[in-house]
C-alpha cells in the first residue's frame, strides 16, 4: 500500500509554493508557457464557415495586459490607446496545447474562436489580418500577447488560420488594426475600407518590435531601460 506521507505536500513547503504562485501571478503578462502544440484531434463541422469577429467598441485596460511587461530578457512596452496600426510581417499560429488555457486579458483561449494574439497592440483590439497569397482576410479580437518570435507579428487562433490558409506553418501576412471612430462608422466592414489612416512598417528585422518602437520614439512609452520592473 502506498505511503500517503510520501505524496503530501509539508505545510512550509506548500506556504512557499503558495507564495511563489502569488507573486508569479503579480508580475504582469507572463509568457504562454512552453508546451507541445498542435492542431485538435478532431476539427468541428463548419470550422472554415466561422464567422469573422464583430468589432465593438471596449474600453481599453489601464495596466494589466496593457502595461510594460517583460519575455525572455525582453521588454515590451503595449499601446494603450486607441491607435491606427499597419504593419507587415510572419504569422504562426496556436492551438490545442493552449486551449482553455488563460491569455493574457484573462480570457479563456478558444482555438474555434476568431482571436489573436500581439506583442503590442492594445488588449482588446480587433484587427482585420490579410493573406496576400491567396487573397483571404479575417477580423479577429486581439486578446493575448505573442508571438514572441522574431519576425513573427502575430500569433492566429486555429480557426483564424484555418480560414486564412496558413495552417501548414508560418506565413507573410498584413495585420491593420480596426480604430474605435472605424467601428461606429461601420467603415471595417468589407467593401467599405479603412478611413483613418495607418502607420505603414515595413516586415521586420530580427529583434524589431515596429510599434514598440515607435511608442518610445515619440514619447508614449518609456524605453526599455527606464521601464519598471514588477
Given at each position: 500500500?502506498?505511503?500517503?506521507?510520501?505524496?503530501?505536500?509539508?505545510?512550509?513547503?506548500?506556504?512557499?509554493?503558495?507564495?511563489?504562485?502569488?507573486?508569479?501571478?503579480?508580475?504582469?503578462?507572463?509568457?504562454?508557457?512552453?508546451?507541445?502544440?498542435?492542431?485538435?484531434?478532431?476539427?468541428?463541422?463548419?470550422?472554415?464557415?466561422?464567422?469573422?469577429?464583430?468589432?465593438?467598441?471596449?474600453?481599453?485596460?489601464?495596466?494589466?495586459?496593457?502595461?510594460?511587461?517583460?519575455?525572455?530578457?525582453?521588454?515590451?512596452?503595449?499601446?494603450?490607446?486607441?491607435?491606427?496600426?499597419?504593419?507587415?510581417?510572419?504569422?504562426?499560429?496556436?492551438?490545442?496545447?493552449?486551449?482553455?488555457?488563460?491569455?493574457?486579458?484573462?480570457?479563456?483561449y478558444d482555438m474555434f474562436a476568431m482571436t489573436a494574439?500581439?506583442?503590442?497592440?492594445?488588449?482588446?483590439?480587433?484587427?482585420?489580418?490579410?493573406?496576400?497569397?491567396?487573397?483571404?482576410?479575417?477580423?479577429?479580437?486581439?486578446?493575448?500577447?505573442?508571438?514572441?518570435?522574431?519576425?513573427?507579428?502575430?500569433?492566429?487562433?486555429?480557426?483564424?488560420?484555418?480560414?486564412?490558409?496558413?495552417?501548414?506553418?508560418?506565413?507573410?501576412?498584413?495585420?491593420?488594426?480596426?480604430?474605435?471612430?472605424?467601428?461606429?462608422?461601420g467603415l471595417w466592414r468589407r467593401g467599405r475600407g479603412?478611413?483613418?489612416?495607418?502607420?505603414?512598417?515595413?516586415?521586420?528585422?530580427?529583434?524589431?518590435?515596429?510599434?514598440?518602437?515607435?511608442?518610445?520614439?515619440?514619447?508614449?512609452?518609456?524605453?526599455?531601460?527606464?521601464?519598471?520592473?514588477?
Amino acid at each position: 500500500m502506498p505511503n500517503p506521507a510520501r505524496h503530501a505536500c509539508p505545510p512550509l513547503a506548500l506556504a512557499a509554493a503558495l507564495a511563489l504562485a502569488l507573486l508569479l501571478a503579480a508580475c504582469g503578462t507572463p509568457p504562454r508557457p512552453t508546451v507541445r502544440d498542435g492542431p485538435p484531434r478532431a476539427v468541428p463541422p463548419g470550422l472554415d464557415q466561422v464567422p469573422d469577429a464583430e468589432p465593438r467598441i471596449e474600453p481599453l485596460r489601464i495596466g494589466g495586459p496593457n502595461k510594460p511587461y517583460e519575455v525572455l530578457g525582453r521588454w515590451y512596452a503595449p499601446a494603450a490607446t486607441d491607435i491606427a496600426w499597419r504593419e507587415r510581417g510572419l504569422a504562426s499560429w496556436y492551438g490545442a496545447g493552449f486551449h482553455g488555457r488563460p491569455t493574457a486579458s484573462g480570457e479563456v483561449y478558444d482555438m474555434f474562436a476568431m482571436t489573436a494574439a500581439h506583442r503590442t497592440l492594445p488588449i482588446p483590439s480587433y484587427a482585420r489580418v490579410r493573406n496576400p497569397a491567396n487573397g483571404r482576410e479575417v477580423v479577429v479580437r486581439i486578446n493575448d500577447r505573442g508571438p514572441f518570435v522574431d519576425g513573427r507579428v502575430v500569433d492566429l487562433s486555429y480557426a483564424a488560420a484555418l480560414r486564412l490558409g496558413v495552417l501548414g506553418g508560418v506565413a507573410p501576412v498584413e495585420v491593420e488594426r480596426i480604430t474605435h471612430d472605424q467601428i461606429r462608422a461601420g467603415l471595417w466592414r468589407r467593401g467599405r475600407g479603412l478611413a483613418a489612416p495607418a502607420i505603414e512598417t515595413p516586415l521586420p528585422r530580427p529583434g524589431d518590435d515596429p510599434l514598440g518602437t515607435m511608442l518610445v520614439d515619440r514619447g508614449w512609452a518609456p524605453p526599455p531601460h527606464a521601464l519598471p520592473r514588477p
